[in-house]
């Protein structure tokens, strides 16, 4: 009689222990599919997805115009120009207090309480790691847009997909479909037409040793980029392990103020520092202007990290990239109102081939969403 309550007590506990497994193996789930595709399609998760975009493909198209606006009316800095593509993070600071101060009233409710969180060392060393890619990323565009025409420039900037899909194959376990083979081969090819056209009619007139220059410098510059994107995805899902706003701004300031560090290092060293007060009276739009544009700058790349690291936490890296390669219509439009570059034949047809390359990844995520929907009923 006394073992029926000890059999009862055993099979208590083994089912005890199969309930904490399927837990556990749903929660590994559920991070897994936040890689892809998110689960809950809410009307807060589209206007978050809204928001993200906007940030992203307004501070990209800004940022990128004033930055040819810079070399145009007298700017000559590369280490300047790289620096005011990650010096703008202070201004995240009064957002950063107020997501620690929701995240500190929600914090007995969060899900993720019992995650034990990553150690300072392991922070630092991402954080650091990241910011290094980042510097290096930057410095590599600021020469490419010094050689470069911004509309060629822009155009050149959507082989990041491609290297972007190479790394999220082995980092971040991407699947490769017929659609998104396409839209790497159409996108390679967009940015590869270009290595041919040479801009000497353009505002930025260079030898032709200058323009593959530049060329080289932003391709490698998005190979850098490409991979960034992948290695911050794989930092949310093996080591920061959170979804909150709060996350994304820690990852957005604390790279960016390992790569400012970096570039400091390189302004100073470079000797270039020296000749930025002369810099500044010459140029051709005014003391106030040239201040104002390098500022507008650090805000338009800081709105653009807001928008794509945003996206990166709620889809995936290689959807942030693919919405960047969106605005690749945009700047090339604006870069012929208002800086007079020239839309030639081979540009048209890079650009075509560019927006059929981002058509055709669409298609593939929307033929995935329809699987997914399908899979529930």
Same mark, same amino acid.
């Given at each position: ?9 055993q099979?208590?506990a083994?089912?005890?222990k ?5 837990a ?9 599919q ?16 809204? /928001?993200?975009?906007?940030? +992203?493909?307004?501070?990209?198209s ?10 145009d ?15 703008? #993070? ?8 107020? $997501?620690?101060y ?9 899900s993720? %309480? ?15 790691g +990241? ?14 847009l ?6 060629t420039?822009?155009l ?29 081969v159409?996108?390679?090819? $967009? ?13 930025? &007139? ?8 530049g ?7 998005s190979?850098g980029?490409? +991979?960034?994107?992948s ?32 570039i400091?290092?390189?302004? #100073?060293? %470079?000797?270039?520092w ?12 005014g ?7 390098? /500022?507008?700058?650090a805000v ?16 995936? %890296?290689?959807?942030?990239? /693919?919405i ?9 439009v ?28 669409v298609? &593939? ?10 899979g529930k009923?």
């Amino acid at each position: 009689m006394g073992e029926a309550p000890e059999i009862q007590l055993q099979i208590l506990a083994e089912d005890n222990k199969l309930d904490e497994n399927a837990a556990e193996r749903q929660t590994n789930g559920s991070m897994s599919q936040s890689t892809t595709i998110p689960r809950k399609r809410s009307y807060k998760w589209w206007l978050l997805m809204t /928001v993200y975009t906007f940030f +992203l493909l307004s501070g990209q198209s800004v940022a990128t115009l004033l930055g040819r606006l810079y070399y145009d009316k007298g700017g000559n800095s590369k280490w300047l120009a790289t620096l005011v593509q990650v010096a703008g #993070f202070p201004i995240l600071i009064p957002l950063y207090y107020l $997501s620690s101060y929701k995240s500190a009233n929600h914090s007995t409710t969060t899900s993720n %309480s019992t995650t034990k969180p990553p150690s300072v060392l392991v922070l630092s060393g991402m954080y650091s790691g +990241l910011g290094v890619l980042l510097a290096a990323a930057c410095l590599l565009y600021s020469v490419g847009l010094l050689y470069l025409p911004v509309s060629t420039y822009s155009l050149i900037c959507a082989s990041q997909l491609a290297f972007n899909a190479l790394f999220s194959f082995f980092l971040n376990s991407q699947k490769f479909t017929p659609f998104i083979i396409n839209s790497l081969v159409l996108l390679t090819i $967009s940015s590869a037409l270009l290595i041919f056209q040479n801009d000497s009619s353009g505002s930025t &007139q260079v030898s032709r040793g200058k323009y593959v220059i530049g060329f080289v410098c932003t391709v490698a510059a998005s190979a850098g980029y490409g +991979l960034m994107l992948s290695l911050t995805q794989l930092c949310f899902q093996k080591i920061l392990r959170k979804e909150t706003f709060k996350v994304v701004l820690d990852m957005i300031i604390y790279q960016s103020l390992a790569a400012t560090l970096i570039i400091l290092a390189g302004l #100073f060293a %470079s000797g270039e520092w020296e000749g930025l007060g002369k810099e500044m009276e010459g140029f051709k739009l005014g003391k106030s202007s040239y201040v104002n544009v390098l /500022v507008w700058i650090a805000v338009g790349w800081q709105v653009f990290s807001i928008g794509a690291v945003g996206l990166i936490l709620e889809a995936s %890296s290689l959807f942030s990239n /693919v919405i960047s390669t969106l605005g690749l219509p945009v700047v090339p439009v604006f870069a012929m109102v208002f800086f007079h570059d020239p839309m030639s034949g081979v540009k048209v047809i890079s650009m075509l081939l560019a927006i059929w390359g981002f058509v055709s990844y669409v298609y &593939q995520h929307y033929l995935d969403d329809r699987k997914s929907e399908t899979g529930k009923v």
